[in-house]
């Protein structure tokens, strides 16, 4: 009897260690992405037709999948980078720790007042919902909260998470204004697309404007604003037409200054250029000169009468407006002398 005492005893005593041994791991493991409300990240991003993102202050988006790429609200192009950022997000967003309990309900609180709320679909079905916070204290995650998709109700747990490999809040990646999503891309022709360039410039003389026809690719003309041809440098006017490829305002500021807008519309802009199409479009871009804010190193002893950096832009019609950069957009506000062929030399 008391060897089998002995025996119950030496068992009950290895289960319990074993329990004891169980119960530490569990509190030392690393929190795992295995729990359905730890779940966040969404790998087939390849099968995702529709992403919707809303804040609440009341901006919203749609991005949905189509033949030609992300169009955001069924209006535009997403700009490529930030779709790629979002993936990158969506795909590999990890959680790196728990909210302790003692700091959940603040937290919670301030993700109601202040979370943006994601919806992913795969076609028609809802495949994953979640609520992007503000980051933590030290910057480097954000805090997150998942849905149950299944009753439609979130989870009580907030994480603070983020991207292995990435230093830095999330935030940035789930763009919820429509303009911020914008491709930026103003200005991108070829050769074949373009049937005239017209440039006119008001802080020159009107012998300056010109106009230049390209009849095909290989055979051009260059014209004064009265319709007569001018002779010109091929070279230089083949790297013109180039130089209408690709080009990006930095950021667009339609309707955000109505009254800075209504009086440069009163004004004359110092370039404007039409782009005609082979068919019958044809697209107008103004240019503007911006006050400059006299922020510059004294030691260069120069006082601009404008922004030597940045300038303004109205095009789409009118209907919208920019600014840019003459580092990206200057080499297009060029004279005609710029044409004028170099004078041969006599040997």
Same mark, same amino acid.
């Given at each position: 009897?008391?060897?089998?005492?002995?025996?119950?005893?030496?068992?009950?005593?290895?289960?319990?260690?074993?329990?004891?041994?169980? +119960?530490?791991?569990?509190?030392?493991?690393?929190?795992? *992405?295995?729990?359905?409300?730890?779940?966040?990240?969404? /790998? @087939?991003?390849?099968?995702?037709?529709?992403?919707?993102?809303?804040?609440?202050? !009341?901006?919203? #988006?749609?991005?949905?999948? %189509?033949?030609?790429?992300?169009?955001?609200?069924?209006?535009?192009?997403?700009?490529?980078?930030?779709?790629?950022?979002?993936?990158?997000?969506?795909?590999?967003?990890?959680? %790196?720790?728990?909210?302790?309990?003692?700091?959940?309900?603040?937290?919670?609180?301030?993700?109601? $007042?202040?979370?943006?709320?994601?919806?992913?679909? $795969?076609?028609?079905?809802?495949?994953?919902?979640?609520? +992007? !916070?503000?980051?933590?204290?030290?910057?480097?995650?954000?805090?997150?909260?998942?849905?149950?998709?299944? #009753?439609?109700?979130?989870?009580?747990?907030?994480?603070?998470?983020?991207?292995?490999?990435?230093?830095?809040?999330?935030?940035?990646?789930?763009? +919820?204004?429509?303009? @911020?999503?914008?491709?930026?891309?103003?200005?991108?022709?070829?050769?074949?697309?373009? /049937?005239?360039? %017209?440039?006119?410039?008001?802080?020159?003389?009107?012998?300056?404007?010109?106009?230049?026809?390209?009849?095909?690719?290989?055979? &051009?003309?260059?014209?004064?604003?009265?319709?007569?041809? +001018?002779?010109?440098?091929?070279?230089?006017?083949?790297?013109?037409?180039?130089? &209408?490829?690709?080009?990006?305002?930095?950021?667009?500021?339609?309707?955000?200054?109505? %009254?800075?807008?209504?009086?440069?519309?009163?004004?004359?802009?110092? #370039?404007?250029?039409?782009?005609?199409?082979?068919?019958?479009?044809? @697209?107008?871009?103004?240019?503007?000169?911006?006050?400059?804010?006299?922020?510059?190193?004294?030691?260069?002893?120069?006082?601009?009468?404008?922004?030597?950096?940045?300038?303004?832009?109205?095009?789409? !019609?009118?209907?919208?407006?920019?600014?840019?950069?003459?580092? $990206?957009?200057?080499?297009?506000?060029?004279?005609?002398?710029?044409?004028?062929?170099?004078? *041969?030399?006599?040997?």
């Amino acid at each position: 009897m008391k060897k089998n005492g002995s025996r119950i005893l030496l068992v009950l005593l290895l289960l319990l260690t074993a329990l004891t041994l169980w +119960v530490l791991r569990s509190k030392n493991k690393p929190v795992s *992405s295995d729990k359905d409300n730890r779940k966040f990240a969404y /790998r @087939d991003t390849a099968s995702l037709t529709r992403i919707f993102m809303a804040d609440k202050e !009341g901006h919203q #988006c749609t991005l949905e999948r %189509k033949t030609e790429g992300w169009i955001v609200n069924g209006k535009y192009k997403a700009r490529t980078e930030a779709i790629l950022n979002l993936m990158e997000a969506i795909k590999n967003v990890d959680i %790196k720790m728990s909210v302790p309990k003692e700091s959940q309900q603040t937290v919670l609180k301030f993700m109601t $007042a202040r979370a943006l709320k994601v919806e992913l679909y $795969a076609g028609d079905e809802l495949v994953k919902q979640y609520y +992007v !916070g503000y980051e933590t204290e030290d910057s480097e995650d954000t805090y997150m909260l998942l849905t149950d998709l299944e #009753c439609g109700k979130n989870y009580d747990q907030p994480y603070a998470c983020f991207i292995p490999g990435f230093k830095g809040f999330l935030n940035p990646r789930f763009i +919820v204004k429509e303009n @911020d999503w914008r491709d930026r891309i103003l200005i991108n022709y070829t050769p074949p697309q373009i /049937r005239e360039i %017209k440039v006119l410039l008001s802080d020159f003389p009107p012998d300056s404007s010109f106009i230049i026809e390209l009849k095909d690719t290989r055979t &051009f003309a260059v014209k004064n604003l009265k319709g007569e041809s +001018v002779p010109y440098n091929e070279a230089q006017l083949k790297q013109y037409i180039i130089y &209408f490829q690709n080009l990006s305002y930095e950021r667009l500021i339609t309707a955000q200054n109505k %009254k800075l807008q209504d009086s440069l519309t009163a004004t004359r802009p110092f #370039c404007t250029i039409s782009v005609a199409g082979q068919g019958f479009n044809t @697209d107008e871009y103004k240019f503007y000169r911006m006050a400059f804010n006299g922020k510059v190193n004294p030691e260069l002893g120069v006082n601009f009468n404008y922004d030597p950096d940045r300038l303004f832009i109205r095009f789409a !019609g009118d209907r919208e407006w920019a600014i840019g950069q003459y580092f $990206a957009l200057g080499k297009l506000f060029v004279s005609r002398n710029y044409f004028v062929p170099a004078p *041969s030399v006599k040997k």
